[in-house]
T-cell receptor, first 116, second 111 residues
Framework: GAVVSQHPSRVICKSGTSVKIECRSLDFQATTMFWYRQFPKQSLMLMATSNEGSKATYEQGVEKDKFLINHASLTLSTLTVTSAHPEDSSFYIC????????????FGPGTRLTVL | RKEVEQDPGPFNVPEGATVAFNCTYS??????FFWYRQDCRKEPKLLMSVYSSGNEDGRFTAQLNRASQYISLLIRDSKLSDSATYLCVVNEWGGGNKLTFGTGTQLKVEL
């Protein structure tokens, strides 16, 4: 149990385009999902906390108009990187917190974004 | 000062060795502590939670010292498959259950 999927696993796009990444909890409901970004040889950095049915809470320094987050259901959150640039190339990972387990998060396999 | 600090390594050890990783955290209000393992280009996976009383899971032992804000992980009888990056992770409940990750310590177990 407690499986989180992400789609796509890898995406290469041209500068200026928008990319949507999906995060799904497959066998549990998640009121809260988290989006992280990891640059090479660096730690995971929390970008935003996404609560079902409400606006996401962004961490300091993360542009909410550039990284659009939608959490329309208890099993799906999406992150859209708008007008992507090469510096947005990174490993994007989501995690989901089950409704019944406040202290646990389950991670998706990540999406590797390369912007040319 | 980073919120969660770890020695990045790499720690190169022979198979069968015992290796210890340390981590310090800056927020005294932190409530929960974990060790995650991350393989190259993969997502982090929970290795074990860390409790004040210390806890053990097979070859892995974790310790927490709240007074010193210090967490440790001990791996005994290292296997080649233990090669990975070990992430020290702290959870601040008051902040909406956010996880703060250390930069990780890289372990390479060699024949």
């Amino acid at each position: 149990g407690a499986v989180v999927s992400q789609h796509p696993s890898r995406v290469i796009c041209k500068s200026g385009t928008s990319v949507k990444i999906e995060c799904r909890s497959l066998d549990f409901q998640a009121t809260t999902m988290f989006w992280y970004r990891q640059f090479p040889k660096q730690s995971l950095m929390l970008m935003a906390t996404s609560n079902e049915g409400s606006k996401a809470t962004y961490e300091q320094g993360v542009e909410k108009d550039k990284f659009l987050i939608n959490h329309a259901s208890l099993t799906l959150s999406t992150l859209t990187v708008t007008s992507a640039h090469p510096e947005d190339s990174s490993f994007y990972i989501c995690s989901a917190r089950p409704v019944s387990l406040y202290n646990e998060q389950f991670f998706g396999p990540g999406t590797r974004l390369t912007v040319l | 000062r980073k919120e969660v600090e770890q020695d990045p390594g790499p720690f190169n050890v022979p198979e069968g060795a015992t290796v210890a990783f340390n981590c310090t955290y800056s927020n005294s209000a932190s409530q929960s502590f974990f060790w995650y393992r991350q393989d190259c280009r993969k997502e982090p996976k929970l290795l074990m939670s860390v409790y004040s009383s210390g806890n053990e899971d097979g070859r892995f032992t974790a310790q927490l010292n709240r007074a010193s804000q210090y967490i440790s992980l001990l791996i005994r009888d290292s296997k080649l498959s233990d090669s990975a990056t070990y992430l020290c992770v702290v959870n601040e409940w008051g902040g909406g259950n956010k996880l703060t990750f250390g930069t990780g310590t890289q372990l390479k177990v060699e024949l």
